[in-house]
């Protein structure tokens, strides 16, 4: 059984950093380049859809998450996300806060 989870990646680095989130185990991406960007921020602005293969613990998949989110965060090849915005069906909710057990807990019950 697959479930997925969209993730909103706001910031400079946000193209680079989907394109990494492409490469962590337990994870099938698809992207939606068709969204327009926000030029008064001069941010790239990326929807990306994560289906988590459910092979992967909850556990397992997001700590990879988190430890993908902090990285890019922190700024990873001289560019930032600024923040990522998870939509869990009818939940939002910013990676930012999470624990690694909170967002775990999203994964397994979608």
């Known amino acids: ?3 997925s989870i969209q993730l909103v990646i706001d910031g400079t680095g946000a193209g680079p950093a989907a394109a990494e989130l492409r490469t962590l185990p337990g994870l099938t991406i698809t992207t939606d380049h068709n969204l327009p960007t926000d030029a008064t921020r001069n941010l790239d602005l990326l929807t990306v859809t994560a289906n988590v293969v459910t092979i992967a613990s909850g556990l397992a998949v997001a700590e990879l998450l988190r430890q993908w989110y902090l990285e890019w ?16 069906g009818d939940q939002r909710l910013l990676l930012e806060n999470m624990s690694k057990e909170q967002l775990a807990k999203i994964l397994e019950t979608l």
């Open 73 to 88: 965060r922190q700024g990873k090849a001289n560019r930032t996300i600024d923040k990522v915005l998870i939509i869990a």
């Open 1 to 3: 059984m697959t479930q």
